[in-house]
């Protein structure tokens, strides 16, 4: 494809200098880094600018050519492709999309007389839902039949109601390449963009015009910009469109001009008029055609799209009866200086002006502004998936509160009235069952009339997304008397439980009441309301527990009931990273993820919404991958600045400290020199250093104190990851082990640990080689693998050798105390649970043959190492709590050991119940507010008013884990509920779908 000359700058005519003035002063106040604008008129373009700057780090100036990320315009650049296949007879609007599909069908409700038509899809009136999470659902992609079969259904009659629905148009896109036989971006390139001269547009930044691409931004709590990742989706149809402000005059140019331009014909003139018709009505003057939303504004017939995701706040509007339009782009969300320009520069061209301009002059406040408003107020918000009852009650002399659902928010902030509307804000999460979660702010903004209000609540997340939903309300109460204040009510209370409060102190028995996320309340609240009780009487209530290596978060992009065996042991927060981390990311890796910084990580989490809170390490593993690669050699100088430059990122963007796995490559490699210098850049910002020692077994001694050297060298904290001594002959050893550390902590070096409660412990089988084979990587690795050569050699130094990691040494030089799991082999993937030996013996073979097949193909091998005798020393010790070293299970071969299930009810069961080695409050404290501590959650680990409400319910007399090595996934008994952030996410034995959890970022943030 030729790629035009990038279009100049057109100078501003004079009459629209006072929108010059207020896009000048909105980028000035910061309302975003970057806009850019153009104008058509007469069939032309009349103005095009860029103010302010695309990059903020590059100091990029934006032009009208800066490339911008569009969100939903997507939608009426699919739609005329869609029109173009409807003037070619390939598709008939008015046919059903069934027919258009060749694997999963769409599903309409039971009893509808009418299918879902490609006009239906087109004008939102289908009857989907709008599921967003059918594109964000991890690293790939769901394929189009699994995501028909999951989300292809009509939420009513098609036909009978209009509601918003990405997935839609995701299918519109899909059914396109179906027709057409070539990929959605190829179609519109080939038939629309090329045509017409948009030159500078696609579903991804055409190579050569990476420098013109403007960076996305979100806004911190201080207004300061945050700069996040390109949402780029896969998904045809609903997928992002990156363009420009002169591209995007032409493409509104081609639809102010019945389909065609500078004499290139691309719709019908009757197909591009009909995608301007309105089709379906949303409410009172305003509705939707084919792509196009329809409204008449200042009087006057209008089609246009707004779009609006992280990083991006687009409007695109056309007056056909006028023959004018405009584009207006912005590089940072939720931006109202968008759709100001958008009105007053339609005021311009149109001669017109509204009675309430969009940027009114400042206005004195009533002067009690809450009066003619006092009362109690009830109604809906229309979200997308169904209403929301919302209830404000307003006090006479002032302030407000709220009630979203069943939740109790709590106070709104900047309560006021100017002429009749009514505004203020509150951090409470608008909680529906496929919306945005994880939203810490809701804006009300009502109108007054009489006895109703009508608006738009905006639900805001931390810069990355505002959707607007509206409003109606009825006032069904006069004010209290006096203006006084109703009774407390709260989101949750769980009442009549036994308080285990995480301090390690003596229970206790009290009702807690839980408002806005934190814990409002403790003691006899009998007569409070509340949305939602929970009756704990006879049960235990405490903090939710923390699992100190959960390795991984990324599972919850894909599936956040990927946690489900989290939640059943009562996990409500995971420290994520073991050497090993999600970020930051090479170059292809990144591409593959979405995301290659940790800042990026950490914002798509937060936006995605979890499941539990997250903690997030800077893996070693993970940046000397990156800077050196995978051989078995010293970092040039050079490399150490590049990996140091890695963990400051981020540190900076939130993460808690450097994570090593030490017996893996490439990190075995690894110096001790190296470990301090990286250990330090964490230190600068505060963190911790956590590591999975060098040794676990024969030099252990040796390993604990090359992890006390760094700490003191680098001045930073340290915590070891599981604890143990591997080997029979090394078992003695725990003891001085625990001596080193208690030692250590008298000295005033800060020191922590934590364990799993199991004897045999977890690894990939190929760990069981000396970590030289895998020196030149896992191709070489495997070629050694098939060698009857090197396979001997291997066997030699697993029987006899010493001076290293030697797992099979530390399981007694027995295959009958090596579990598999996960074994990828189909020899043998039958026999998962059972030990090597048991799987020789069943097979014929010798035990050998077996390792060595299996390890080719891959399994995770679970060795006998340990003493329980150890295992409880440890967990005597003050300092040391608890994990899973699993993370969320879903689809992990490590899952393959039951701590992934088992770990935190087996201590309640096994360690407290049955032999008594901790009390309950202890236990308790451990998994709570020692790990809190540990992870820089400080609000969190502890039942006491303020804090954030992470609380588990569970049965002390019944709890106890139910996972086995045959079966490692069967979920734990006597957990009752688990809350996180004051929402329940576990009850009845089910994950409930909630995502309140959220990214807890490190000292070292910087916004």
Not at 314 to 336: M, Q, W, Y
Not at 380 to 409: I, N, T
Not at 560 to 576: E, K, M
Request: glycine residues 12%; neutral net charge; charged residues 25%.
């Amino acid at each position: 494809m030729s790629m035009a000359a990038a279009a100049a700058d057109v100078p501003m005519p004079p009459e629209l200098a006072p929108v010059r003035e207020m896009i000048e002063r909105g980028i000035a106040e910061g309302q975003s880094p970057s806009l850019a604008v153009a104008v058509v008129r007469g069939g032309r373009v009349v103005w095009a600018e860029g103010f302010g700057l695309a990059d903020l780090e590059r100091k990029t100036k934006a032009t009208s050519d800066s490339i911008y990320l569009l969100a939903s315009v997507s939608k009426p650049i699919t739609a005329t492709g869609l029109m173009v296949l409807a003037d070619r007879g390939l598709v008939d609007l008015d046919r059903p999309a069934n027919d258009y599909l060749s694997g999963a069908k769409l599903r309409a409700k039971a009893g509808s007389a009418e299918a879902m038509t490609l006009r239906r899809l087109a004008d939102h009136t289908a009857g989907l839902p709008v599921h967003y999470n059918f594109y964000y659902a991890g690293v790939e992609p769901l394929s189009w039949d699994e995501t028909t079969r999951r989300y292809g259904f009509a939420a009513w009659a098609p036909g009978s109601r209009w509601e918003y629905s990405n997935l839609a148009y995701g299918l519109l896109g899909h059914i396109t390449e179906t027709v057409s036989k070539r990929p959605w971006r190829e179609l519109l390139e080939a038939e629309v963009f090329d045509p017409i001269g948009m030159t500078r547009t696609s579903d991804r930044v055409r190579p050569g015009l990476e420098a013109d691409a403007t960076a996305q931004y979100g806004a911190d709590a201080a207004g300061r910009f945050l700069r996040i990742a390109p949402y780029e989706f896969d998904h045809p149809g609903a997928s992002t469109i990156w363009s420009s402000a002169n591209d995007l005059a032409r493409f509104a140019l081609l639809h102010l001009h019945g389909g065609a331009l500078d004499g290139v014909r691309v719709l019908k003139e009757e197909s591009a008029r009909a995608m301007q018709r309105l089709s379906s009505t949303r409410g009172p003057g305003s509705g939707t055609g084919i792509g196009w939303s329809v409204e008449t504004l200042l009087g006057r017939p209008s089609f246009y799209h707004t779009g609006g995701m992280p990083g991006v706040t687009t409007e695109l509007r056309g007056f056909p009866g006028e023959g004018c339009g405009t584009v207006v782009l912005a590089n940072a969300h939720g931006v109202g200086l968008v759709h100001g320009v958008t009105r007053r520069l339609a005021e311009v061209l149109l001669g017109a002006k509204e009675e309430r301009g969009l940027d009114p002059p400042q206005r004195t406040p009533d002067p009690t502004p809450a009066d003619g408003h006092a009362g109690v107020w009830e109604g809906k918000l229309e979200h997308f998936d169904g209403d929301v009852p919302l209830r404000l009650e307003v006090r006479s002399g002032g302030g407000a509160s709220a009630a979203l659902g069943d939740r109790a928010a709590g106070d709104l902030k900047d309560v006021k009235v100017e002429r009749g509307r009514f505004t203020g804000w509150i951090k409470a999460p608008l909680r529906t069952q496929a919306g945005f979660h994880g939203v810490p702010a809701l804006e009300l903004h009502l109108d007054r009339d009489g006895e109703r209000m009508t608006g738009v609540c905006v639900a805001k997340a931390e810069g990355y997304f505002a959707l607007s939903h509206w409003v109606e309300l009825t006032r069904r109460a006069p004010a209290a008397p006096g203006g006084a204040v109703p009774r407390p009510r709260f989101d949750v209370v769980i009442r009549g439980g036994r308080i285990a409060d995480g301090t390690g102190a003596p229970s206790y028995r009290a009702d807690l009441g839980i408002a806005g996320g934190r814990i409002a309340a403790i003691g006899r609240l009998a007569g409070a309301e509340a949305g939602r009780v929970i009756d704990a009487s006879g049960l235990a209530v405490a903090p939710g527990f923390i699992d100190m290596m959960g390795q991984t978060a990324a599972p919850f992009l894909k599936d956040p009931a990927a946690g489900l065996n989290l939640l059943a042991q009562g996990i409500t927060t995971i420290n994520a990273g073991e050497g090993d981390s999600d970020a930051p990311l090479g170059e292809e890796a990144g591409r593959k993820a979405g995301w290659r910084t940790m800042r990026e990580l950490l914002g798509r989490l937060d936006q995605a919404g979890l499941p539990t809170n997250v903690v997030q390490t800077v893996g070693h593993t993970q940046v000397r991958s990156i800077a050196v690669g995978l051989e078995d050699r010293r970092a040039t100088s050079q490399e150490m600045q590049r990996m140091k430059d890695l963990v400051r990122e981020a540190m900076e963007a939130g993460a808690i400290g450097l994570s090593t796995a030490l017996i893996y490559p490439p990190a075995v490699y690894a110096p001790e020199e190296e470990l301090v210098e990286l250990a330090r850049a964490a230190a600068e910002h505060g963190g911790r250093y956590f590591t999975h020692m060098r040794n676990e077994g024969d030099r252990l001694l040796e390993a604990i104190d090359e992890a006390l050297r760094i700490g003191k060298a680098a001045g930073v904290p340290v915590h070891i990851f599981h604890l143990k001594a591997a080997g029979e002959r090394n078992w003695p050893k725990m003891d001085l082990a625990l001596a080193r550390i208690r030692a250590a902590r008298s000295a005033g070096q800060d020191v922590a640990a934590d364990v799993y409660p199991y004897v045999h412990n977890g690894l990939g089988i190929r760990a069981f080689l000396h970590p030289r084979h895998a020196a030149r990587g896992p191709e070489e690795l495997l070629r050694r693998l098939r060698d009857p050569a090197a396979r001997a050699e291997m066997r030699r130094e697993m029987e006899e050798g010493e001076g290293w990691e030697n797992w099979f040494a530390h399981a007694g030089r027995d295959w009958g105390r090596v579990v598999l799991g996960r074994i990828e082999h189909p020899a043998y993937a039958a026999s998962n649970g059972k030990t090597l030996k048991a799987i020789a013996a069943a097979c014929g073979q010798d035990p050998w043959e077996v390792f060595f097949a299996v390890a080719e193909k891959g399994a995770f091998a679970m060795p006998e190492t340990m003493s329980e005798a150890n295992v409880l020393k440890a967990m005597e010790e003050p300092f040391v709590c608890f994990d899973t070293d699993v993370g969320p299970a879903a689809g992990s071969s490590i899952a393959s050991h039951p701590r992934a299930y088992g770990s935190f009810p087996r201590v309640l069961r096994r360690y407290v119940r049955e032999l008594g080695i901790l009390t309950l409050e202890e236990a308790v404290h451990r998994m709570t507010a020692v790990a809190a501590n540990d992870v820089f959650a400080f609000d969190r680990g502890r039942i006491a008013e303020g804090l954030a409400a992470d609380v588990v319910v569970f049965d002390p007399a019944r709890v106890r884990d139910a996972a086995t090595f045959a079966e490692p996934d069967l979920s734990p008994e006597g957990i009752t509920h688990v809350l996180v952030n004051g929402s329940v996410v576990f009850e009845g034995g089910r994950y409930t779908g909630e995502r309140p959890g959220r990214v807890l970022r490190g000292p070292g943030y910087k916004p």
